[in-house]
Nanobody, 125 residues
């Protein structure tokens, strides 16, 4: 299973960006995906998460109303639309997929959490 993020960049405060994360891996069944971010020297924090099939979402208080997570199940892709960006949104943004994949044992699956490599978002004043 691989996750590939894209869409980061350097923008001015008040601007918008859209991050994308594509999941590949034909035997992996996704149950939930999320975006997390991390500043150097700080803990990684959850930004937004969504369940894969019923679009139940939750957001960090700091981004609620400005960021929107969505997914395209046909493309195995999750997006993070970020509006009204602030300098404090500057971080490395990671995509995470949670789900299962089959094992060699019949009717037994294993749970996986898979992370992408991160995409950098920098917001200037």
């Amino acid at each position: 299973v691989q996750l590939v993020e894209s869409g980061g960049g350097l923008v001015q405060a008040g601007s918008s960006l859209r991050l994308s994360c594509v999941v590949s891996g034909s035997t992996f069944t996704i149950s939930r995906m999320g975006w997390y971010r991390q500043d150097p020297g700080k803990q990684r924090e959850m930004v937004a998460r969504c369940t894969w099939w019923n679009d139940s979402t939750n957001y960090a208080d700091s981004v609620r109303g400005r960021f929107t997570i969505s997914n395209d199940t046909a493309k195995n892709t999750v997006y993070l639309e970020m509006n009204d960006l602030k300098p404090e949104d500057t971080a490395l943004y990671y995509c995470k997929a949670e789900g299962t994949e089959p094992t060699s044992a019949s009717n037994v699956v294993r749970y996986l959490e898979v992370w992408g490599q991160g995409t950098l978002v920098t917001v200037s004043d």
